[in-house]
């Protein structure tokens, strides 16, 4: 009988970890990671800066209010409305774009996508290479386009901030290894973005190291703000869950002595 | 200040006599609790029942407050279930617990289950409890379906369109049992309404109502135990049976150490990882509902899965499969069996005809029959079990092989429904379709043949240490 509720748990186990490694999009592209601290407030709030500044004027993130992200980043309100409102002056309001639906249909060709829930849709590392895999590309529409998401209708925001990149071609998996060693040596002459090879060919306000952090810290506000309430739900569930186990402690006795007559 | 406190010890008793002499109240503790007798020999897997009791009230209090908060209506149900996310004081924890909840039911009921075919829990004269306890689980199904269209999540969306439309291939009334069913001609706001109410009202009520009687019946015919023996065949002097204690303090007590248990994972679960990597939050759940947009894999949540396998394993393939194999049957009945002539002759034309139907039908059709097969399949169990004996612990080795090998088809079914079909993975999915019924339909003479081992007259219990 041990054996066979241990095989059991065994295949629900091996079932799960691989249907997630599944359900994470176990797919082909290739994607930089992220590295985030969600404690750092910091990060958070240059995020968030980038993020009014770049993306909410065509994007909105219509769940999300001004003055929960303020609360929770630790920005004082008169910060928050002299830097970061833009669109509306009632702190309480939600964060919506000023760009009229309608009109963003017409000129992208698509309505750009509310951005509040984006993280929890795509992963954090895909909005990372994603953010910093747009190209100059004159065939298309905008002019840009992004070698993550091709075709994509947005146009490169923060073009300003990373400079201009010309696509030098796809990264085979083969030569990974000697590209990194080169990169390794300080080279700069080009950049390596998911699968794609870039060459700057116009410097930006940034390095392409401090741009780097930027967009890891534009990912971490959006990944903050797909779940607001990660900032403080591990922290309540270790205390919930070591109360329990005291709890289970002093079941477990009360059973022992209740059960003492039983043979 | 002695007698004040007697003057309330008897005003107590006083109450509880006038409110005896009107309802049964002491009588119904004594039945189902303080005086109702369960086997001694209890092990892990009968925590389970107290546990999906547990998880229905969780299920029922969450979902009361998070109603308080909810938009059933297309256009503001998305929105307002974020607004629970965000902007409800815990809302976040509430709304983790019903969804966290929504698996663990599932977890805690097939383990249930499982407990319930391992010990021969649905055997005579327990089959009441067993078929109740079907309609239990086919009710949480319903259940389960409705409330996951709620959120108006893409995958919500397209996974009620797919699923709604498999009625379908019911002759001549499918079409328009769908269309009854869904209030449209497409997933939306009326279909959304009506979820919301079966989902809040009919269905809860239905449970609650399915759990009272399979209640009932357990505590009409008494508890199984591991040993799967009858604890009434040895009394003592009293006419008490000698492996039998008083459910109420020994279980309570002991179900409180499951409860400890069980909140522990589930709580490890709401706040470290509630999507559970996408298994229990499914990613295309974060953007609305989009008739436009058809995510990539429709997929059901994994507690449907397994079932989900069994349909899409319905293909052309495996119905050509199904022909030959119930002509090869036909004959080998008609040749190894000892029935008069005509009999035989009748079975080798049975074979032919259900091979020519098989031929003749739909893959989809056939995926829809066999989804509810599997699941009928469950409330026959207790007449196809022939085995002399309950417990796995007495069984023949034929039943303990083909047990495994049914929980092993089951998970890889429950596994392939996660992800696209690919030839080899439906190649894979038939197998273990046909692994399941073969399973069920065998039943009767994998139960009846090898050796049992002799059954004790008295329950055994863990080695004291």
């Not at chain 2, 392939?416 to 039943?443: D, E, R, S």
Request: charged share 15%; hydrophobic share 50%.
């Amino acid at each position: 009988m041990k054996k066979i509720t241990t095989l059991i748990v065994a295949f629900a186990a091996s079932a799960i970890v691989s249907s997630s490694t599944f359900a994470a999009g176990g797919s082909d592209v290739a994607l930089d990671k992220v590295y985030m601290n969600m404690s750092d407030k910091a990060s958070l709030q240059n995020g968030a800066k980038l993020f009014v500044n770049y993306c909410l004027s065509c994007h909105s993130a219509e769940y999300a209010r001004y003055n929960r992200v303020a609360e929770d980043l630790e920005i004082p309100l008169h910060r928050l409305k002299e830097n970061l409102m833009f669109t509306t002056e009632k702190e309480g309001d939600l964060m919506k774009t000023t760009m009229p639906a309608e009109d963003a249909k017409e000129w992208f060709g698509v309505t750009p996508p509310d951005l509040t829930l984006v993280a929890r849709v795509r992963k954090p590392d895909w909005i990372y290479t994603y953010l910093r895999a747009f190209y100059r590309d004159d065939s298309s529409p905008s002019g840009w386009n992004n070698s993550l998401f091709e075709n994509v209708a947005m146009p490169h925001a923060m073009y300003e901030l990373q400079g201009v990149q010309k696509l030098m071609g796809k990264v085979d998996k083969s030569e990974q290894g000697a590209l990194d060693a080169h990169a390794a040596q300080g080279s700069d002459d080009y950049t390596i973005v998911g699968d794609a090879k870039f060459e700057l060919v116009h410097p930006g306000k940034m390095t392409p190291a401090e741009f780097d952090t930027a967009m890891a810290d534009l990912t971490s506000f959006l990944t903050y703000l797909g779940e607001p309430a990660q900032l403080k739900r591990k922290t309540i569930g270790v205390y919930s869950i070591a109360f329990v186990i005291l709890l289970m402690m002093l079941c477990y006795l009360l059973k022992k002595e209740y059960w003492r007559d039983v043979h | 200040m002695a007698i004040h406190r007697h003057d309330n010890h008897k005003s107590a008793n006083g109450f509880m006599e006038w409110m005896d002499a009107r309802m049964p109240v002491t009588k119904v503790w004594n039945e189902h609790l303080a005086e109702y007798i369960a086997p001694k020999n209890f092990n892990f897997w009968y925590y389970f029942g107290s546990l999906a009791i547990l998880v229905l009230v969780i299920q029922l209090v969450t979902g009361i407050f998070l109603t308080m908060h909810y938009k059933p209506d297309a256009a503001l149900a998305f929105a307002s279930v974020e607004y629970i996310m965000r902007d409800v004081p815990y809302g976040w924890l509430v709304r983790y617990m019903h969804s966290t909840g929504a698996s663990a039911f599932f977890v805690v009921v097939y383990l249930h289950m499982f407990r319930g075919v391992i010990y021969g829990s649905h055997r005579e004269p327990r089959e009441m409890v067993w078929l109740i306890g079907c309609v239990i689980f086919v009710a949480l199904m319903a259940e389960a379906f409705m409330g996951y269209l709620l959120p108006w999540g893409n995958m919500s969306y397209w996974g009620a369109q797919v699923i709604i439309s498999l009625f379908d291939v019911i002759p001549f009334v499918g079409p328009a049992l769908t269309e009854w069913i869904r209030g449209d001609f497409v997933i939306s706001d009326a279909t959304l309404n009506r979820f919301f109410a079966f989902h809040v009202i009919l269905l809860p009520l239905i449970l609650v109502a399915l759990v009272f009687l399979h209640l009932v019946a357990l505590h009409h015919v008494g508890s199984n135990n591991p040993d799967g023996i009858d604890i009434y065949d040895e009394l003592d002097e009293d006419g008490k049976p000698k492996d039998g204690i008083p459910f109420h303090p020994y279980y309570t007590v002991k179900d409180l150490v499951g409860v400890c248990g069980f909140l522990i994972l589930y709580m490890g679960v709401i706040f470290f990882f509630p999507d559970f990597g996408g298994i229990f939050l499914e990613k295309d759940n974060f953007a609305p509902a989009n008739p436009l947009q058809t995510p990539p894999d429709i997929v059901p949540l994994w507690y449907f899965t397994p079932f989900y396998s069994i349909l899409r394993a319905s293909t052309t393939t495996l119905l050509t499969f199904f022909a030959y194999s119930s002509v090869v049957i036909g004959i080998a009945a008609a040749l190894f069996t000892k029935f008069k002539a005509p009999i035989r002759i009748g079975f080798v034309a049975a074979g032919v005809i259900a091979a020519i139907v098989f031929l003749n039908s739909s893959g989809k059709a056939w995926g829809v029959i066999l989804m509810a097969a599997a699941i009928v399949c469950f409330f026959l169990l207790p007449w196809l079990d022939r085995s002399p004996v309950k417990s796995i612990r007495y069984r023949s080795l034929p039943f303990k092989i083909a047990l495994a090998i049914f929980i092993l088809a089951f998970f890889i079914l429950g596994y392939l429904g996660m992800n696209a079909p690919t030839p080899i993975k439906t190649l894979l999915a038939q197998v273990c379709t046909c692994i399941y019924f073969a399973f069920f339909v065998l039943m009767p003479w994998f139960t009846s043949i090898g050796k049992t081992k002799p059954l004790p007259t008295r329950v055994t219990m863990k080695e004291e240490h």
